[in-house]
Every structure is written in structure tokens, then in C-alpha cells.
């Protein structure tokens, strides 16, 4: 015998999403389940021959105020919120002709889909759900005599219940469904919290509430003592979250941190006028080029770090093709994201049985506002994305000679990418490709002289006489503190130079940038990444 069972005998089913509704409800009906419904949910079921109840006869009142005011009353939560073995519930039931629902189905009204497509302030208040939230938080407290459906994935496991123990549910199935309740209007209200506070400006609301939907459990974290789970938001942005994944092993927690460094970075490249890849690996990139071709950015992003690039991710700013495919697959690759892919690059990528491929759809709008989060100890720290971009920065030359249309073309590419690099950051480039990257240390100095070694290894890889940092340019992703980080870079060979500014000691770096005959712009805007 299952542990409390509870027979269902009637069901109020109220859903904006009617997939699969029907054929549930037929099923709830073969086991002599009354059912009860309101507005468009009534009318598909009466149309597919089953016998309904609408609330209004349930309640004895009319749905009014454009549907606004239909469940909240006594005689919908009192059957829901009654405990059945409650002498005092019992009675009171009794005496105001109030009938138990045994199953609440309930799914919202589209809030999180309406403010996905960008419609008018008034039409996402329209669809926010008052009634629906009531219902369900009313039959999740009552789990113990009431069972509570929030999605049709759902419907499955309540038919299967019904079948296996003749029409009644378990608690434990209960309880299950009723946490999940409480975490969908959790979300629910997450989404219209953080919808107001952007539409309202308000950088900084008392309360601040996230949610997302389960994408997958994943085999561990970081590490394999830790657990992990991938959710996606409520409106999410084109990147790894929303992406089709065409073929591979799964993902893993790492895959998925990498992938979306990877595609967030490539982002920044438009591809309607360059090609471009970023090739990641521990979440930082370690080549990145622009190209007349998608093959043309790979061979140059690989050239950077071929070393770091076995078993990384490579992003793309457009559909993979062909001749970057059999390209990417001659070396080890965990992922490959795009955009999208042609059927013959799909068809080479498929060899490699194991190496994911993910199709987003489009790119992430790298100006796009939204919100980072990050827990501490106790806490979270929430901020606003990093959506400035180098395009639209007033670039100051503060130096006595100034950057060439070359030069300055290479800044800003190098400026691109340290925005995506670990702080502290360093990025040489040259023609539109990343010849060494310098990510994550403690010091900037540091930062200059890795980027410039691993420059040194590369060139050895090549075969080539000198390192591409011989006439390369430079990017900081903050202002060089003292002169030292800019004479490695000047020793390196940089040519010029592009930074934030603002440090007491601008001048002296100045001096010394003059001094060696270089070039050296300021932004104004600061990249850290931490």
C-alpha cells in the first residue's frame, strides 16, 4: 500500500499551455475524475467531447474583469487548502457548500515568453498571473491531501500513479510535485521582480530574487567531489543556455563555462563584416582572429597557442562550414559553437563522435543590458554586464605620436579581446589576431611577460625568425600602474599601445611611451574580469 494515499475525485485544470491537454484530461476522465475548468482550458476540453464544470458554477460567480477575477474565491481555495481529516475543515466545508479538489493542474500565463519578444510595458503587466500563483502556492501547502501539476511534463507521472495504485497519488509524488510548485512561482515572480526593476531603473531594489529552469543535471562541477546542475533564465540570451546541441558527449560543467567565455567573446566580432574565432580553454581565451573566412580566423586563433588550444572550444561568429570543420576536427576539441552550420559541415563534424557541436541560433547582443551574479559568503554580488564596447569609445591619443589606421584597427581588435581575458590582463596582436595573451596574474608585469613568452613559444612552433609581438600592439584591460608593464611590452616589440587610463602615475607612463617613440591611446573604460 502506498504511504497516504489520496484518491482524486475532482480536478481544476487551468492552463495557458495546452500541449498534451487533452489526452491527460481524457485519462483523468477514465478513472471517474470530475473535471473543472476555466475559460480557454474549458472550451478545448468541451470541444474534444469531455464533460466540464466551468469554475463558474463551481463558484456561483462569473468570470469577470477580462478573466482577472474567476478562481479567487472561497469555494476554489477552500477545496484546495481543506484538510480532509480536519473535523473543523470538514464541517466548514459543509456548511458553505464548499467541494474538495483533489488535483490543481496549473500552468502561468506567459510572462517570461511575452517579455522575450519584446512586447509593450501594458501587454507584460497583462500577462502576469494572479489567480494561477494563488492556486498553486494554496494545493502545495496542502500537498498532504491535494496533488499539484505545474507543467505537462508533468502529466506522465500523475497517469502513471493513478494507473498503479487505482486512482490515487503517493506522498512522496506529492511532495515532489509541490516543491517544484513553490520553486515555478519562485521563478515566476523572479522574472516579473527583475522585469520591473529594468523597466523602472532601479539598479538596486531592496529584495533581489533569481530563478531559472532545469536544462540538466550534470555528472559533477568543477571537480568531481562537487555537484552541479545547468538552469536557463527565464529570458534567456542567445549563447550556450539556448543552444541545440546537434551531437557529442554531454556536457560538462566546465564545457559549459568555457563554451559560453568562448561564445560571449566571439559576440564582439559582427560578422556581417568580418569572420571571426575564439578559441578558449579554462574559460580564458587563448587565440582570437579575424578573417576573410571562418577558416582563415581558425588557422590564424590556432596560430596564437596551439599548445593551449588541444581539447579547448572554438566559437564562431557564423555558420560553420565546410572548410573550417574538417579544419577544427584535425585537432582534439571538446566544443564547437555557431550560429548555425551547413549540412556538409555537420556531416564532417559527425566523425568525431564525441566532439559536441552547438547551434545557437544567433549571436549574444554584446551591448545587450542584464545582470551577472555571483555568491560569496553569505551573499550575493549583482551587477549589471559589461556591455560597453570598444566601437563606440572615445579613443584619446595622449602620446606625442599617434597611432596608424593599421594600428589603430589592432587596437581596438586587441581591446575587443582583453575584455574577455582574466584580469590582469595583457593582449598583443597583430593584423587582426591575438599573437600572445597574458591572463589572470596577480601582477601586470607578469601578465606582459607570459603574453610575450608564449608569443616567443609560437613563433618556435612556426618556425619563424621572430616572435609576432615584433610590431604587434598592445591592450590592457586596466591602466598600467607604474611604467614597468609597458617597457616588457615596448621590449616585446609593441608599437602602440591602447588602456583605460587614469592612474596617478599616467604621466610617467606617458613619458616612457614618447621616450621609446610609441603610440598610446586611452579608453576611458576599464575591463576587469574577474
Given at each position: ?387 560597453a564596447v570598444v566601437d563606440e569609445m572615445q579613443l584619446k591619443t595622449v602620446t606625442k605620436r599617434a597611432p596608424t589606421e593599421k594600428e589603430l584597427a589592432d587596437l581596438r581588435f ?117
Open positions: 500500500m502506498p504511504s497516504h494515499p489520496r484518491r482524486i475525485t475532482r480536478a481544476l485544470l487551468s492552463v495557458s499551455d495546452k500541449s498534451r491537454l487533452i489526452d491527460f484530461a481524457t485519462s483523468l476522465a477514465s478513472y471517474g475524475v470530475e473535471l473543472v475548468s476555466t475559460g480557454g482550458t474549458a472550451k478545448a476540453l468541451k470541444n474534444a467531447g469531455l464533460s466540464v464544470i466551468d469554475v463558474s458554477e463551481l463558484t456561483g460567480f462569473p468570470e469577470m474583469m477580462d478573466g482577472r477575477v474567476k478562481t479567487l474565491h472561497p469555494k476554489v481555495h477552500g477545496g484546495l487548502l481543506a484538510i480532509r481529516g480536519n473535523k473543523d475543515h470538514v464541517a466548514a466545508m459543509e456548511a458553505h457548500l464548499i467541494r474538495p479538489i483533489d488535483l490543481l493542474v496549473v500552468n502561468l500565463y506567459p510572462f517570461e515568453a511575452t517579455v522575450a519578444k519584446g512586447a509593450a510595458f501594458d501587454d507584460c503587466i497583462e500577462n502576469i498571473d494572479i489567480g494561477g500563483p494563488a492556486m498553486i502556492r494554496a494545493a502545495a501547502k496542502n500537498h498532504h491531501d491535494v496533488t499539484v501539476v505545474v507543467e505537462p511534463a508533468d502529466y506522465d507521472k500523475v497517469i502513471g500513479e493513478l494507473a498503479a495504485h487505482s486512482g490515487m497519488t503517493t506522498l512522496e509524488l506529492r511532495q515532489r510535485l509541490a516543491a517544484k510548485a513553490y520553486a515555478r512561482t519562485a521563478a515566476y515572480d523572479a522574472a516579473i521582480s527583475n522585469w520591473f526593476a529594468e523597466a523602472l531603473h532601479d539598479s538596486a531594489p531592496d529584495y533581489r530574487a533569481f530563478g531559472g529552469k532545469l536544462i540538466q543535471s550534470l555528472r559533477y562541477g568543477e571537480n568531481p567531489h562537487q555537484n552541479a546542475t545547468f538552469y536557463r533564465a527565464p529570458v534567456a540570451r542567445a549563447g550556450v543556455a539556448s543552444a541545440r546541441q546537434l551531437q557529442g558527449k554531454e556536457l560538462s560543467y566546465n564545457n559549459i563555462n568555457d563554451t559560453d567565455a568562448a561564445y560571449e567573446a566571439v559576440a564582439e566580432f559582427d560578422p556581417k563584416r568580418t569572420a571571426a574565432c575564439v578559441i578558449v580553454k579554462h574559460a580564458n581565451p587563448c587565440g582570437v582572429a579575424e578573417g576573410d573566412s571562418l577558416l582563415d580566423a581558425y588557422a590564424k586563433a590556432l596560430a596564437c597557442d596551439s599548445t593551449s588550444a588541444f581539447g579547448g572550444i572554438v566559437a564562431l561568429n557564423r555558420p560553420l562550414d565546410a572548410e573550417a570543420a574538417k579544419a577544427i576536427t584535425e585537432i582534439f576539441t571538446e566544443v564547437i559553437i555557431a550560429p548555425d552550420a551547413s549540412r556538409e559541415a555537420i556531416e564532417i563534424v559527425a566523425a568525431k563522435k564525441n566532439l559536441r557541436l552547438l547551434l545557437a541560433g544567433g549571436l549574444p547582443d554584446p551591448r545587450a543590458n542584464g545582470l551577472t551574479a555571483k555568491t560569496v559568503a553569505g551573499g550575493l554580488l549583482v551587477q549589471s554586464r559589461d556591455n586587441a581591446f575587443r579581446v582583453a575584455k574577455h581575458v582574466k584580469s590582469n590582463t595583457i593582449v598583443y596582436a597583430k593584423d587582426r589576431a591575438t599573437v600572445g595573451i597574458g591572463a589572470g596574474q596577480m601582477s601586470r608585469v607578469d601578465a606582459a611577460r607570459i603574453a610575450a613568452r608564449k608569443a616567443e613559444d609560437a613563433a618556435r612552433e612556426l618556425k619563424l625568425s621572430a616572435p609576432l609581438t615584433k610590431g604587434s600592439v598592445v591592450a590592457s584591460d586596466a591602466f598600467f600602474p607604474f611604467p614597468d608593464g609597458l617597457l616588457v611590452a615596448i621590449e616585446a616589440g609593441a608599437t602602440a599601445v591602447i588602456q583605460p587610463g587614469g592612474s596617478m602615475r599616467d604621466a610617467e607612463v606617458i613619458k616612457a611611451a614618447d621616450d621609446h617613440g610609441i603610440a598610446m591611446v586611452f579608453t576611458g573604460t576599464r575591463h576587469f574580469r574577474h
